[in-house]
């Protein structure tokens, strides 16, 4: 059983700072990744990481300010996230899978997980909004 609990949301203005924590307990999938998605909008991936050997993709809208990491041995996963816009505010999500995918789509780099959706899984999403 794979449980993935997302904390460090809130409220911050444009152009600061903020860092998510997504605490992964149970079995431990070798893929994980933070998503976003406002209301309206899709949901889109911002960056993977596999903890086993700490390497990380980024979507390329989101490499130059948002930066995925971990602690040791993989137990926590976090998002560290600046120079925020308003048009950041979205609910944040970290998710897990047995494999992370990458790939160009309409010329755009892109990250998530690979697989049925119905094999991953997904944290209940933390809130951000800049103001």
Same mark, same amino acid.
């Given at each position: ?12 203005? =444009?152009?600061?700072? #903020?860092?998510?924590?997504? =605490?992964? /307990? ?18 889109? !991936? ?8 700490? /390497? ?12 995925? /990491? ?8 976090? #998002? ?9 505010? =979205?609910?944040?999500?970290?998710? /897990?899978? =047995? ?6 789509? !309409? ?5 998530? #997980? ?8 997904? !944290? ?8």
């Amino acid at each position: 059983h794979v449980q993935l609990v997302e904390s460090g949301g809130g409220s911050v203005q =444009a152009g600061g700072s #903020l860092r998510l924590s997504c =605490a992964r /307990s149970g079995y431990r999938e070798n893929c994980i990744g933070w998503f976003r998605q406002a209301p309206g909008k899709e949901r889109e !991936g911002l960056a993977t990481i596999y903890p086993v050997d700490g /390497s990380t993709r980024y979507a390329e809208f989101a490499k130059s300010r948002f930066t995925i /990491s971990q602690d040791n041995g993989g137990r926590t996963i976090y #998002l560290q996230m600046t120079a925020l816009t308003p048009e950041d505010s =979205a609910t944040y999500y970290c998710a /897990s899978a =047995a494999a992370c995918s990458a790939g160009r789509y !309409g010329g755009i780099w892109k990250v998530g #997980l690979a697989g049925a959706e119905s094999s991953h899984t997904w !944290g209940q999403g933390t809130q951000v909004t800049v103001s």
